[in-house]
Structures are given as structure tokens and as C-alpha cells.
């Protein structure tokens, strides 16, 4: 167990809809990373926060968003949606602001089916 | 285009042999390497690292080399248990010093150690 918690485990939703990815890290983690893992791709990394603000950004759609709460839990929304962002999406957390070094933690993962 | 590519999507090893999973890369920004063991229904963990100024980095079973020059890195796993059986990502970073950073994955090698 990581210590990162992810919900839901399983969302099945039609085209066009919203959703919303909740990520609680590990305790004492200020940094929360989202990443998107596709069929047979790698993990592609998507936003990360940092204590509340926006620290990086990678190939995230428009059509997606992220924000990190006070109680440092993180919420990744997804919108209009289309089948090709079924996926598994992870979410990750590192003590700090995040370098090379540190241990990325992460959560089991959200499986996202649009249909 | 692929920045980290793992080129087998599958190994199958006896247990007690060496395990040899490879990686290659294109960006010669990166300078920090990691591999990430994944088991079904969860997520990735982070299994060992290696800083660019370095060829080779050993943790028990585990070892990564680092070849800069071919832009090539492999874990070597000896011996093999039926425990390892998972997928592995090699990942890579662009800095090895603080602040922000993104990891880039290739799509991951499945290990199956057959007792």
C-alpha cells in the first residue's frame, strides 16, 4: 500500500459527459502528479500541483482539468468526453516540490471506460 | 514520437536466471533514470534508479546500467524469483536537481519468471 488513495476504482460513463478523479496523498505529501495510461501506451504524464498551485503541465487536453485542494487531495475533471480518453489514469504524490530523486508514490489507478 | 522505448512488450525467464529488460531513449536532455515495477490492479512502484554520472547502480537482486553514449539503459534482475512477474517501465527526467521535473515512460516490458 503506497498510501495513496484513489476513487473510483471502476467509472463507465457515455460520450459527451463530465467526470471528476479524486486523489488523496500520501500524508505529509505537498506535490499530487496526474497521469494518463492508455491501452498498451505508457504513462503520460498530465499536471502536477504542488501546496495548492500548478507546477507543471504536460500533455493535458483543454478538455481537462485539475486543481489541488487546502487539504492537499487532488480532483482531476474530465469533460466531453470521447471514447479515446478511456484509459487508466494515476495519480501520484511526493513530498516536495518534486526532483529527479524523489519517490513518486502511486495510487492504484482509475479506470476510465466511455462508451 | 517515443521518447523512451521499451522495445519487448513481453520476457519470459526460468526462475534462478538472469532477467534482462531493456530501454532505449532519444532525448539527450535526460539525465536521471528509473525503473518502476507494476503488478495487475495496482500501481506503479518504484523499483531503482541511476543519475547520469553514473554507469551502473546495484539494490540486491536488482541492477541498472546506463550506457550514455548508446542512450541505452537495462535492469538486470539475477536471480530471477516468480515474484518479479510484472510489468516494468523504464522512466526518464530531464533534471536530476530540484524543482519541478516530469517523468516520461516507455509503454513497459511484462516479465513472466516460470518456476
Known amino acids: 500500500d503506497s498510501g495513496v488513495t484513489q476513487t473510483p476504482k471502476h467509472l463507465i460513463t457515455a460520450t459527451g459527459q463530465r467526470v471528476t478523479l479524486r486523489c488523496s496523498p500520501r500524508?505529509?505529501?505537498?506535490?499530487v502528479y496526474w497521469y494518463q495510461q492508455s491501452l498498451d501506451q505508457g504513462l503520460q504524464f498530465l499536471i502536477q500541483?504542488?501546496?495548492?498551485?500548478?507546477?507543471a503541465k504536460g500533455n493535458i487536453l483543454e478538455r481537462f482539468s485539475a486543481q489541488q485542494f487546502p487539504d492537499l487531495h487532488s480532483e482531476l475533471n474530465l469533460s466531453s468526453l470521447e471514447l479515446g480518453d478511456s484509459a487508466l489514469y494515476f495519480c501520484a504524490s511526493t513530498e516536495t516540490s518534486g526532483g529527479a530523486w524523489e519517490t513518486q508514490y502511486f495510487g492504484p489507478g482509475t479506470r476510465l471506460l466511455v462508451l | 514520437d517515443q521518447q523512451v522505448k521499451q522495445n519487448s512488450p513481453s520476457l519470459s525467464v526460468q526462475e534462478g536466471r538472469i532477467s534482462i529488460l531493456n530501454c532505449d531513449y532519444t532525448?539527450?536532455?535526460?539525465?536521471?533514470f528509473l525503473w518502476y515495477k507494476k503488478y495487475p490492479a495496482e500501481g506503479p512502484t518504484f523499483l531503482i534508479s541511476i543519475s547520469s554520472i553514473k554507469d551502473k547502480n546495484e539494490d540486491g537482486r536488482f541492477t541498472v546500467f546506463l550506457n550514455k553514449s548508446a542512450k541505452h539503459l537495462s535492469l538486470h534482475i539475477v536471480p530471477s524469483q516468480p515474484g518479479d512477474s510484472a510489468v516494468y517501465f523504464c522512466?526518464?527526467?530531464?533534471?536530476?536537481?530540484?524543482?519541478?521535473?516530469?517523468?516520461?515512460f516507455g509503454k513497459g516490458t511484462k516479465l513472466s519468471v516460470i518456476p
Open positions: 500524508s505529509g505529501d505537498l506535490s
Open positions: 522512466a526518464a527526467s530531464p533534471y536530476s536537481g530540484a524543482g519541478s521535473y516530469q517523468l516520461t
Open positions: 532525448n539527450s536532455m535526460f539525465d536521471y
Open positions: 500541483y504542488y501546496n495548492g498551485e500548478e507546477r
